[in-house]
C-alpha cells in the first residue's frame, strides 16, 4: 500500500477519534492523544511518529508507521469496527435480458425500461483463532436478481473508471423487492459452507493437541498429588504429625488449584475460534434492461473460482416483494 | 435506497394475519402459522410476541436451539417487526409440522439472546415431566465453532436504512485489510518493521520453530553472544502483528529493564512501557518490570489477576528452585504463551531444568521423582544419565544454539593497556583531593552546618579527577562561584583549585597524543565528562586532527551529521557515554578509554558500540590509567581477574550476576574509596573484592563446561 494511502488511512483515523496533530519536522507528525484514547497507544499521552522507514533508521524516539508496523495493525483493526456501507452505479451501457434457451434466436422485446438493478457486495474478514492466527478475506456477491450469490476467496476490487458514485438520473433505482437480511444470512451459510471442511480439520487437530497436552498435566499432576498423599500417611511419624498434615493438606489444595488453573489455560489455548466480520458492503447498481412480468431470465455462466448458490427454486425467479 | 419493500407498512405494534397466538406465558408462548412465510424463514411477530424480545438495538442477533440441540441464527428485524431465519424450514420439515401445528418458543437466556424452539404437542400427548424442563445443552448448528462479530448488524442497518459512506472511505479500509492480510504462512512481518536487526539464520530457525512446533512456550537456551533477546523480540513482534497477542508483560532484572526498553524500542519500534508508568497491570498492554517488583506484596494478586497474552522472563535460571517465592509467583501467571531466556538453564543440578521446564509445560519431564530415577546420575548432579533420551525429550521445549553452530564470525577484542605515572604536582593534586573526600565523606550537612558537600558531590570530584585535571578544574570553579560553600569547605576547595591550575599538560593526555601520531586510522575516544571532552577537542584541533564531537546536548539531526561525518571525513569522533547508542559505529575498530566509568556494564556497553554480533574485523581497545588511583585499581580488578576486555558480549553480566551481591560492582568500589582511611587500606580493599570477581568468574567457567557437558556431551 503506498505511502500516501496510509497516511489518508491514519489521518482519517485520527480525525474520528479526536486525535489532533501538527507536522513538526518534514515527515514527521506530533499528535497529542487524548485521554480516552491513550490505553490504545499504550498510555503514551504524545505520539511523534514517521510514514518514512529511513527517517525513523535516523531517528528511533520515533514511532514508525508503515506495511508490518503494530500501530497500522491496530489502526486498522479499529477502523474495521466502524461500519460503512457504500452504492456505486455502474456507468456499462444497460444489459439486456437473457435470451433463454434457444441461442440465436430473434426476439422482440417491447415495455423494457432501463433501471438499475441492486447486486449486494458484502466483504468478510474470516479469522481462525486456535494456536495459530490466520485471516482470510471473502467477497460475496449476492445477486437478488438472479437469486445468486456468488462466493470468492479475496476482497473484489471494483474498478472505479467503470462506477462512479452518482446516478444516472434518467434510471430509476428498481428495489428488488428482497430482503436484505435474508440476503446476508445467506452469505453468511454459504461462507459457513466453504469453511466447513477446514473447519473439521482444525478443530480435529486441535482436540488432539488438547487431548495430548491435557493427558501429560493431568498425569503429572496427579502424580504429585499422589507423591504427597503417601507422604501425609508417613506423617504420623513425625513429632508435629498434625502440623505437618495440615501443611501437606494445604499442598495438596494448591496442587488442586493448579491443575484447574493449567486446564482453563489449556482450554483456553487450544479452542478454536473463527469469528466472522462483516468489514463492509458495497450496493453495486447495475444498468439493465427491465423485463416484462412473466419472462424469466436464465442462470448466467460462473467465473471458475465462484460457489455459486440458488436461493430458491428456478420457478421462483421473478423479483417479487418481501412479505 | 435498497429498502425491503412490503405492500404495507408493519410495526411492532400491528398484528399479524400469518401468526395466531395460543397461549402466552412469562416467558414463552405457542402459536400456529399461517401460510408458508415461516417455511421460508420468516416469522412475522405479534405485539404479545415483541415483549419476548426487549432489544433496543434495531438488529439483533437471537439463537433458537430446537429438541435436537441444533442451534438456529436468526436476525430479528425491530422495526420491521419479522424475524429471519433460513433454517426455520428445515426445522419445520425435520419436526414432520404441519400447518395448523402449534410452534413453541421459550427464552432460556435473555443476555445470550437464546430461546428454545419446539413443537407443541397436544395436552394428551404430552408427558407431564416435560413439562417445566427447559434442559438444553448448547451445540452450533453445524458443530462449528463461528462467532458472527456483532458489528455485523451495524453495517446490515446501514445498508437497509441506505446510510452509505464515500467509496473513498470503505475502499481505504479494504486496502488495510488487505495489507493486514498474511499471503505466505513463512513470512515474518516483524522482520518489516525491524532496525540494525541482521536477523543470523539461528535466530529465524528459532523464530520459526517457537511459532510453529513449540507453539509459544520454549526455553531459549543459546549461548551468550547469540542474541536470545533479538529472537524474544522478533518472536513477539510476530505474535503482535498477527494479531494473536496483545497483552505482554516481560519480567526482567532491575538492572536490564532500561536496555530491554531501549533495545525494544530502538530495534522493534515496540513502546514497552515500565511498572512505575503504568495506572495498573490490568489496563496497561506492554509492560516491563523487574520480577521484585512484580512478586511484591504491593503487585502479586493485581497481576496473577492478568490474563496474559504472552510473558517473556530472562535470565530464567532464577527460577531454578521449586520453593522459592519467584518459582511460585511465575508459575502462577496466566499466560497463553510463554518465552523463558537463560544461556545457562542448568547451574548446580539437573533438578534446576526440570522447575524451569515445569513451569513451561508442566507433565513434559513427567513427575520429579520418576525425572531423578531416568536422568540422575548418582555421584554427579550435573551429568545425567540416559542423556540422549534426555536431549530429545528436551528438544521439545528447548532451543539453544552454541557459537561454533552457527556460521558467525566472532571478532576477537585486543586490549592495550597503558599505564601512566602521574606527575608530581599531579599526584600531589589526586593525593590531596582523594584525603579531601575521605574526611568529608561522612560531614553531613547539619542544621548548624548546612553547606555540607553531599556526597554524590564528592565522589563526582573524584571522578573528575580521574578523567582529567581541566574537568576537576570546571567542577571546582563552578563549586566556587556558587557561593554555596561559603565555609571552611572554600578555603579547600581553594587550595585544590590552585594545585589544579599549576598543573600543565597531563601525563595522560601526553600519552594519547604519541599514540595518536602512531596510529592512522578512524578511533573513538570515550569520556565522561564534557569538561574533558571540551579540553581534548580543542587540544586535538590545534594539532591538526579531524575531530567529531558527540555528547547528549546535540539535537537529533545534528548527532546524525556528526556521525555521518565521522564516517565519511573525519578520523576522531571523542563522546560522552550517550555516544552512538543505537547507531552503527562498527566501521570504527579503535576505541580509547581516556577515562574509565566505575560501573563495569558502561565500559562493556562503550566497547559494544563496535564490538557486537555482525563487526567483521577484531577490535582494540586502549585503557589509559594513571598508577595507583582508583581507576587503575578497577582496571586490574576488571582486566586481571576477570579479564573482561576478552569476555564474549553478554558474559559480563553472567559473572557479575555470580557474586550474588545486593551491591552494584560500582556502589562497592565506592564503599571502599570512601571508608578506607588510607591508600593502603584501601588497595587491601581492592585485592578482597578482586578475589570475589575471580570467584565469580571461576563459576561462570564451572557452569558453563557442565552446560557443554549436558547438552553436548559425548559429541
Not at chain 2, 235 to 243: A, C, N, S, T, V
Not at chain 2, 632 to 645: A, G, H, P, R
Amino acid at each position: 500500500m503506498e505511502t500516501s494511502k496510509i497516511q489518508t488511512l491514519v489521518f482519517s483515523f485520527m480525525d474520528k477519534v479526536g486525535i489532533s496533530r501538527t507536522q513538526s519536522d518534514a515527515g514527521v507528525w506530533s499528535a497529542y492523544i487524548p485521554e480516552a484514547e491513550r490505553a490504545f497507544f499504550n498510555g503514551y499521552e504524545f505520539l511523534h511518529f514517521t510514514f518514512d522507514r529511513e527517517i525513523a533508521e535516523r531517528r528511533r524516539e520515533l514511532e514508525l508507521i508503515c506495511p508490518g508496523s503494530f500501530l497500522l495493525r491496530k489502526i486498522v483493526d479499529r477502523l474495521v469496527e466502524i461500519p460503512k456501507v457504500s452504492r456505486l452505479f455502474s456507468n456499462a451501457a444497460p444489459e439486456l435480458p437473457a435470451t433463454g434457451n434457444h441461442p440465436g434466436e430473434l426476439r422482440v422485446l417491447s415495455g423494457c425500461k432501463a433501471h438499475y438493478r441492486q447486486q449486494v457486495l458484502f466483504h468478510f474478514r474470516v479469522s481462525i483463532i486456535g494456536d495459530q492466527r490466520t485471516e482470510q478475506l471473502f467477497s460475496a456477491l449476492a445477486d437478488p436478481a438472479k437469486h445468486e450469490i456468488s462466493l470468492k476467496e479475496g476482497l473484489t476490487g471494483i474498478d472505479l473508471t467503470t462506477f462512479t458514485e452518482t446516478a444516472d438520473p434518467a434510471l430509476p433505482i428498481q428495489e428488488s423487492g428482497e430482503d436484505l437480511v435474508r440476503l446476508y444470512l445467506q452469505a453468511c451459510r454459504t461462507l459457513e459452507a466453504s469453511l466447513e471442511d477446514r473447519v473439521r480439520e482444525l478443530q480435529t487437530e486441535a482436540d488432539e493437541a488438547f487431548r495430548e497436552e491435557l493427558e501429560k498435566v493431568q498425569a503429572y499432576l496427579e502424580d504429585q498429588k499422589k507423591e504427597l498423599q503417601k507422604k501425609r500417611e508417613n506423617v504420623c511419624f513425625h513429632l508435629y504429625f498434625f502440623q505437618k498434615e495440615e501443611e501437606i493438606d494445604k499442598m495438596v489444595r494448591e496442587l488442586e488449584n493448579e491443575q484447574t488453573r493449567k486446564i482453563e489455560e489449556l482450554k483456553e489455548k487450544h479452542a478454536l475460534k473463527i469469528q466472522v466480520s462483516l468489514i463492509n458492503a458495497v450496493v453495486l447498481c447495475i444498468p439493465t434492461l427491465g423485463l416484462p412480468t412473466g419472462q424469466t431470465a436464465t442462470r448466467r455462466k460462473r467465473d471458475s473460482n465462484v460457489f455459486p448458490i440458488h436461493l430458491g427454486s428456478p420457478d421462483r425467479l421473478e423479483a417479487r416483494p418481501a412479505v | 435506497m435498497m429498502t425491503n419493500t412490503t405492500t404495507a407498512k408493519r410495526g411492532p405494534g400491528m398484528k399479524s394475519p400469518l401468526v395466531q397466538i395460543n397461549t402466552v406465558g412469562e416467558s414463552g408462548i405457542a402459536f400456529q402459522v399461517k401460510g408458508k412465510a415461516f417455511q421460508e424463514g420468516y416469522l412475522f411477530l405479534t405485539p404479545e410476541m415483541h415483549r419476548l424480545f426487549p432489544f433496543k438495538e434495531e438488529l439483533s442477533s437471537i439463537l433458537f436451539v430446537d429438541e435436537a440441540e441444533v442451534v438456529h441464527s436468526a436476525i430479528y428485524h425491530k422495526g420491521r417487526g419479522y424475524m429471519v431465519c433460513l433454517t426455520f424450514g428445515e426445522w419445520w420439515e425435520k419436526s414432520g409440522m404441519r400447518e395448523g401445528d402449534q410452534i413453541g418458543i421459550e427464552l432460556i437466556s435473555l443476555a445470550e439472546r437464546k430461546y428454545k424452539l419446539s413443537r407443541v404437542m397436544p395436552e394428551s400427548a404430552r408427558a407431564a415431566s416435560d413439562v417445566d424442563a427447559v434442559t438444553v445443552s448448547m451445540k452450533p448448528a453445524a458443530d462449528l465453532p463461528i462467532h458472527y462479530t456483532p458489528g455485523n448488524l451495524e453495517v446490515l442497518r446501514k445498508l437497509i436504512t441506505g446510510d452509505f459512506s464515500p467509496y473513498a472511505e470503505t475502499g481505504l479500509i479494504l486496502q488495510g485489510e488487505e495489507m493486514n492480510a498474511r499471503t505466505d504462512e513463512q513470512d515474518l512481518l516483524s522482520l518489516k518493521t525491524c532496525f540494525g536487526v541482521s536477523a543470523y539464520q539461528h535466530q529465524l530457525n528459532t523464530v520459526h520453530s517457537v511459532l510453529g512446533r513449540y507453539n509459544g512456550r520454549a526455553l531459549l537456551a543459546d549461548e551468550v553472544g547469540l542474541g536470545k533477546t533479538i529472537e524474544a523480540g522478533l518472536i513477539l513482534k510476530e505474535y503482535l502483528l498477527r494479531g494473536m497477542v496483545r497483552k505482554v508483560l516481560i519480567l526482567t532484572p532491575a538492572s536490564l529493564i532500561t536496555q530491554w526498553q531501549q533495545e525494544l524500542k530502538t530495534k522493534f519500534d515496540l513502546s514497552f512501557k515500565n511498572h512505575n508508568e503504568i495506572p495498573d497491570w490490568e489496563q496497561s498492554d506492554l509492560v516491563i518490570a523487574s520480577l521484585d517488583t512484580a512478586k511484591s506484596q504491593k503487585n502479586q494478586k493485581s497481576v496473577q489477576k492478568v490474563n496474559y497474552d504472552l510473558l517473556i522472563i530472562d535470565e530464567a535460571h532464577k527460577l531454578k528452585n521449586k520453593k522459592t517465592q519467584n518459582w511460585k509467583f511465575v508459575n502462577s501467571i496466566k499466560t497463553k504463551y510463554l518465552l523463558m531466556l537463560t544461556a545457562t538453564p542448568i547451574q548446580n543440578d539437573l533438578i534446576e531444568l526440570f522447575n524451569l521446564i515445569t513451569i513451561l509445560k508442566p507433565g513434559h519431564l513427567s513427575t520429579l521423582q520418576k525425572f531423578k530415577g531416568d536422568f540422575l546420575a548418582e555421584r554427579d548432579k550435573r551429568i545425567p544419565k540416559n542423556s540422549i533420551k534426555l536431549r530429545a525429550m528436551l528438544s521439545e521445549i528447548m532451543i539453544r544454539h552454541r557459537r561454533s553452530d552457527t556460521m558467525i564470525k566472532f571478532p576477537q577484542r585486543f586490549v592495550h593497556t597503558q599505564t601512566i605515572t602521574l606527575k608530581p604536582d599531579e599526584a600531589r593534586l589526586y593525593s590531596e583531593l582523594t584525603d579531601f573526600i575521605r574526611r568529608r565523606y561522612f560531614t553531613l550537612p547539619t542544621h548548624n552546618n548546612p553547606r555540607g558537600i553531599n556526597r554524590l558531590t564528592l565522589i563526582l570530584l573524584q571522578k573528575l579527577m580521574g578523567s582529567s585535571t581541566q574537568a576537576l578544574k570546571r567542577a571546582l570553579t563552578k563549586m566556587i562561584s556558587s557561593n554555596f560553600y561559603k565555609d571552611d569547605f572554600d578555603d579547600s576547595l581553594k587550595r585544590l583549585l590552585d594545585l589544579a591550575n599549576n598543573v600543565g599538560m597531563s601525563r595522560k593526555t601526553e600519552v594519547l597524543l604519541e599514540l595518536l601520531g602512531n596510529l592512522n586510522e578512524k578511533l573513538i575516544i570515550f569520556t565522561q565528562f564534557r569538561g574533558t571532552q571540551d579540553y581534548l577537542t580543542d587540544l586535538l584541533r590545534e594539532r591538526g586532527y579531524t575531530v567529531s564531537v558527540f555528547n547528549g546536548q546535540l539535537s537529533q539531526t545534528e548527532k546524525d551529521a556528526c556521525i555521518e561525518k565521522f564516517r565519511n571525513e573525519n578520523q576522531i569522533l571523542i563522546s560522552t557515554e550517550s555516544g552512538g547508542e543505537g547507531r552503527n559505529l562498527q566501521f570504527c575498530k579503535v576505541l580509547v578509554n581516556y577515562d574509565l566509568p566505575w560501573n563495569p556494564m558502561r565500559i562493556e556497553q562503550r566497547i559494544g558500540r563496535i564490538h557486537r554480533l555482525g563487526q567483521t574485523d577484531d577490535v582494540h581497545i586502549i585503557n589509559l590509567s594513571a598508577s595507583d588511583t582508583i581507576e587503575s585499581y578497577v582496571l586490574e580488578l576488571l582486566d586481571k581477574k576477570i579479564n573482561m576486555f576478552r569476555l564474549i558480549i553478554g558474559e559480563l553480566e553472567m559473572i557479575l550476576g555470580n557474586m550474588h551481591s545486593k551491591k552494584t560492582l560500582e556502589q562497592i568500589i565506592i564503599d571502599i574509596v570512601t571508608m578506607s582511611p588510607n591508600q593502603e587500606a584501601m588497595k587491601r580493599k581492592f585485592q578482597t573484592l578482586g578475589n570475589k570477581l575471580e570467584r565469580a568468574l571461576k563459576t561462570h567457567q564451572d557452569i558453563t563446561r557442565s552446560q557443554e557437558d549436558i547438552f553436548n556431551g559425548n559429541e
